[in-house]
Each structure stands twice: as C-alpha cells, then as structure tokens.
C-alpha cells in the first residue's frame, strides 16, 4: 500500500514557476513507477509528466516547460514548472504505479493522492 501527499500548488502569474512535491509512503518507492496528471474544470484528467528509474517523459503540452524528478532516499517525486501559461491552471495529482513503465493512461496508476491547486493568472 502507497500513500501519496501532495503539496507545492498555489497562485503565481503567467510566465512564473512553482515546484510540485509528493511525499510517498512504503519501503518500495523506488520500484514504482511515478506520474503526475492534471485535471482542470470540466476537463478529463490528463497525463502530464511520468518516470521510471530516473528517465522522464512528458506530455507534449509541457514539454520543455516543465520537468520531472525523484528522490528515492526521501521517498519524493517533483515536478519543477516552469514558464507556466493560464491553461495550465489545474489540480495536480500524483499518481503511483506498481510496474516500471511510463504509461499516460491513468487507469494504469493505482495509487493516487489528494491533489494540489495549481492557478495561473494571465
């Protein structure tokens, strides 16, 4: 069993940055694979950066704005934005799964926490 805690949203202007955390429980961080997806009013959830080991991957939207890291001894994965635009207005979730492997398809995640505000104003 994993617990996930976000943290790190906020309000911050449109070309500002902000720095995502998500502290996970459970002695086998490491093996799992970590994501982060979006999901804004009225909108589908979204995938937005994931990683293995230590290789991200990233959602085109996010692409070079944004990027994704982990730190096995705290238990924590982070997601550094950068360059942020209104549209990535959203709440961002961290979401955890059991086998290695990047997929964008949140079903495949099977643990997940809270969710963090993220809001940018234009």
């Known amino acids: 069993q994993v617990q996930l805690v976000e943290s790190g949203g906020g309000l911050v202007q449109a070309g500002g940055s902000l720095r995502l955390h998500c502290a996970a429980s459970g002695r086998t961080f490491s093996s799992y694979t970590m994501g982060w997806f979006r999901q804004a009013p009225g909108k589908d959830r979204e995938f937005v950066a994931a990683i293995t080991w230590s290789s991200g991957y990233y ?7 944004f990027t994704i890291s982990r730190d096995n001894a705290k238990n924590t994965v982070y997601l550094q934005m950068n360059s942020l635009k209104p549209e990535d207005t959203a709440v961002y979730y961290c979401a955890a799964r059991r086998i290695i492997g990047v997929v964008a398809n949140s079903a495949q995640y099977e643990y997940w926490g809270q969710g963090t505000q993220v809001t940018v104003s234009s």
């Open 59 to 65: 959602a085109d939207s996010v692409k070079g704005r």
